[in-house]
């Protein structure tokens, strides 16, 4: 069966290192996204990607990046990780109707001490 | 840019109750509107969408909304709680852009015996 996955599903990390959470996705799609889920904020996209090489920023994109050289995966780097970037990572991808379902992955909770 | 608004962050209810989840959108143009639920440690999973074709939408496990373009609202209905029903349920509008997905805080509901 098709799937996302993501890895790590756990990190803690100190401030000022260098974190990339992994996605990738066995369902073919051209579209992919990162948000971050947060108490009382609900989830707020990060970055997504529309096919390969192509990038763009989301609502709350600072300290964060990605790039997609293929596919299946859509790897999220934070450059210099802070205390704020405490928070549950969820990539997603979808085939690209503009009302089709995004499947999700089951997350990556990240602490940064 | 559009937005959706949920009201209560969390519900109580008890099993066999009628389950009412609030959400009202603000949109500039006709809007794509989706229920999706998180269930413990898991990602999100589509309930329904509404893509402007009926404007009441029946969706997995029962659950079913309403689109009233008059009251600005897409609010998730079930007629009898189940146990199994407990998570959380985030309401989400397409922002311009394909599926660049905008979440509401999201719902945690509650089912007690």
């Known amino acids: 069966d098709a799937e996302i996955t993501q890895s790590p599903r756990h990190k803690i990390t100190e401030t000022g290192r260098q974190v990339t959470l992994a996605c990738h996705q066995t369902w073919n799609h051209n579209n992919m996204f990162w948000y971050r889920q947060d108490l009382g904020h609900g989830l707020r996209l990060i970055h997504y990607s529309y096919g390969v090489q192509d990038t763009n920023k989301g609502e709350v994109s600072d300290g964060y990046s990605v790039s997609r050289s293929n596919t299946e995966d859509l790897p999220l780097t934070l450059e210099s990780a802070a205390s704020s970037q405490t928070s549950v990572y969820f990539c997603a991808s979808s085939t690209g109707t503009v009302t089709g379902e995004l499947f999700f992955g089951e997350g990556s909770r990240l602490t940064v001490l | 840019a559009q937005s959706v608004t949920q009201l209560g962050s969390h519900v109580s209810v008890s099993e066999g109750a009628l389950v009412l989840l609030r959400c009202n959108y603000s949109s500039s143009v006709p809007p794509y509107l989706f229920w999706y639920v998180q269930y413990p440690n898991q990602g999100l999973q589509l309930l329904l969408k509404?893509?402007?074709?009926?404007?009441l939408v029946k969706g997995i496990n029962g659950f079913e909304a309403e689109f009233k373009k008059s009251e600005t609202s897409f609010h998730l209905t079930k007629p009898s709680a189940h146990m199994s029903d407990a998570a959380e349920y985030f309401c989400?509008?397409?922002?311009?852009?394909?599926?660049?997905?905008?979440f509401g805080t999201g719902t945690r509901l509650l089912v007690s015996p």
């Open positions: 989400a509008v397409s922002d311009t852009g394909f599926q660049k997905l905008v």
């Open positions: 509404y893509t402007s074709a009926a404007t």
